[in-house]
């Protein structure tokens, strides 16, 4: 996709960049400027809150816990070569973490050729019954509703949940079980939303079942994609800032109907400050959070579930917002915790019991597998076991598995509570129990810390929208700003993935500085018969 001209466009080496927010999508901005639009390192500005980069690209050792005894992810992610374009057009520059000749995009090639995803326990029932996931269960009635939808566009479905398209049979089959808990959707969610990750994904429709088309990083992404990126940011010499938050920004119209960001308000340690933008100073303002006011717990205590938003993850938006109709409209997203909550947890196990209790018991070894599900329990638990070490400082003889419960106030199965009002040992006692493997549960519960981790916005993202509710990465006339992040529209991308922060990145960075090089076309399976055809076949099993 080639950018359009912009008559406004910055010479590139005049151009500073203020980049709020140090996230994937934000850095991802300053590595393409640099890059693409060859604007200097030392102009460009990343202002970030917190002391680290990376946003909700997380990995390490659990908050407020003494050294070397727990580790914690707060999400997992699925990669793919077709979909995630602009995501492996970045990294094919970057030097991955251990070896500065190899690319980080070439280490993940060779990683994901020696550990090749194959997972064989799917879909568990409540007897322990690894099932037959490859067999989806679609009626003719629940094919007729996924067409009637993959027909309707966008405008047509406005803002109606999954379950306004689908019946209960569709909530029951194979398929859906399997494609929630892949993309994390609930029946609640986005219909328009659904729909486009039907038409980004159509290719998974045959391997659903064994998510053989997910690739991985060698480790967590914190370690495999934030740090690589941080290190060659600064290694170039951007000037990242950490501790500052950006709280306000102003905006002025001409009478041309051209707008431009102005001020950017700031609180630091030092206390507050205004940085006035000039005429050659561009701003990107990352919007919103899927882990905001995320809050964990540990073995023996529960994580608050914070619904008064406390950590200004929401709060640079909500103000930017009353400036102008097309800013968006956050409260779409942040406004109801209980449809977008859910918990997850990390286990760091002192030796390889579990580990080697569930190889045997799926015949999948570590990281070769995919989410496991069972999919009758309480909490909707799934877990993922990936390839040891998943954390680079991870001691030798200890081992990590992550996992997640999709309806934390249901109650359990053997520990009849809440998963929301559980222990991490409570929540490791039903883990184990649903596999069956309570010969093992006292030892499990002695040699393992778990961390646990609340987030009431981790969906927030599928949640039912209107036109408008997400701004455009460049609102109409915009000249010197753009918006970033999971909340910006971005015509038929699908939101909960790396791709989206990046392709926004570039799409704003390519605009702005005016970048002639093409942007990669967003994948469509179904323009591909082949694919298609493979999609319509597995749907009929």
């Not at 809150?49 to 390490?60: F, V």
């Not at 194959?118 to 037959?132: F, G, P, S």
């Not at 309570?438 to 036109?467: K, Q, W």
Request: charged share 25%.
């Amino acid at each position: 996709m080639q950018p359009a001209p912009n008559p406004s466009v910055v010479p590139a080496g005049d151009a500073h960049l203020w980049i709020v927010g140090g996230g994937i999508a934000g850095m991802a901005a300053a590595a393409f400027a640099i890059r693409d639009a060859g604007v200097p390192p030392a102009q460009v500005h990343i202002l970030e809150e917190l002391g680290l980069p990376g946003g909700s690209l997380d990995g390490a050792q659990t908050p407020g816990r003494p050294p070397q005894r727990a580790w914690v992810t707060r999400g997992g992610r699925m990669l793919t070569d077709e979909t995630y374009l602009c995501l492996w057009d970045l990294y094919a520059g970057i030097p991955s973490l251990e070896d500065p000749a190899v690319s980080v995009r070439e280490e993940c090639l060779r990683f994901n050729a020696e550990v090749k995803t194959e997972a064989r326990a799917r879909l568990i029932d409540a007897q322990h019954v690894i099932q037959d996931a490859a067999h989806l269960g679609l009626s003719v009635r629940a094919r007729m509703q996924m067409l009637r939808l993959l027909a309707l566009g966008e405008a047509r479905i406005g803002s109606r949940r999954i379950d306004e398209f689908f019946e209960d049979e569709f909530f029951q089959s194979n398929f859906w079980r399997m494609w929630r808990t892949t993309f994390a959707f609930q029946k609640w969610h986005s219909a328009a939303e659904l729909r486009r990750y039907f038409l980004r994904f159509v290719q998974e429709f045959p391997r659903i079942h064994t998510l053989a088309g997910v690739k991985r990083t060698k480790y967590n992404q914190y370690d495999s994609l934030v740090v690589p990126l941080q290190r060659w940011l600064t290694a170039q010499g951007v000037d990242v800032r950490f501790g500052q938050r950006v709280t306000d920004a102003d905006f002025a119209s001409a009478a041309d109907g051209t707008r431009r960001a102005t001020v950017l308000h700031l609180e630091n340690a030092q206390g507050s400050a205004q940085l006035v933008l000039g005429e050659n100073d561009l701003a990107f303002f990352t919007l919103g959070s899927i882990t905001a006011d995320a809050r964990y717990g540990g073995n023996d205590d529960v994580p608050e579930l914070v619904r008064d938003r406390r950590d200004h993850g929401w709060a640079l938006w909500e103000r930017i917002a009353r400036k102008a109709p097309d800013f968006g409209r956050p409260a779409a997203f942040c406004g109801n915790v209980d449809e977008h909550k859910w918990e997850s947890f990390t286990l760091t196990m002192k030796d390889d019991t579990l580990l080697r209790r569930i190889t045997a018991y799926s015949g999948n070894e570590p990281g070769t597998g995919a989410l496991m599900t069972w999919y009758e329990s309480g909490w909707h638990l799934s877990i993922v076991v990936p390839h040891q070490p998943h954390f680079v400082d991870l001691p030798p003889g200890t081992f990590t598995l992550w996992g997640y419960g999709f309806q934390v106030d249901e109650t359990g199965d053997y520990v009849r509570k809440p998963m929301s009002q559980a222990t991490g040992r409570e929540i490791l006692e039903e883990l184990v129990r649903q596999l069956g493997f309570d010969d093992i549960l006292d030892h499990v519960l002695g040699t393992t810390e778990v961390t646990t981790v609340i987030m009431p916005y981790a969906s927030a993202l599928f949640a039912c929208r209107s036109p408008g509710d997400r701004p455009l990465v460049l609102p109409q006339g915009a000249r010197n700003f753009a918006f970033l992040g999971q909340f910006v529209e971005l015509e038929d991308d699908v939101v909960f993935t790396v791709e989206y922060s990046v392709r926004c990145a570039m799409l704003a960075v390519y605009r702005l500085l005016g970048v002639q090089r093409a942007i990669p076309e967003i994948y469509n399976g179904m323009l591909d018969p082949k694919v298609g055809l493979q999609a319509l076949e597995a749907a009929f099993r």
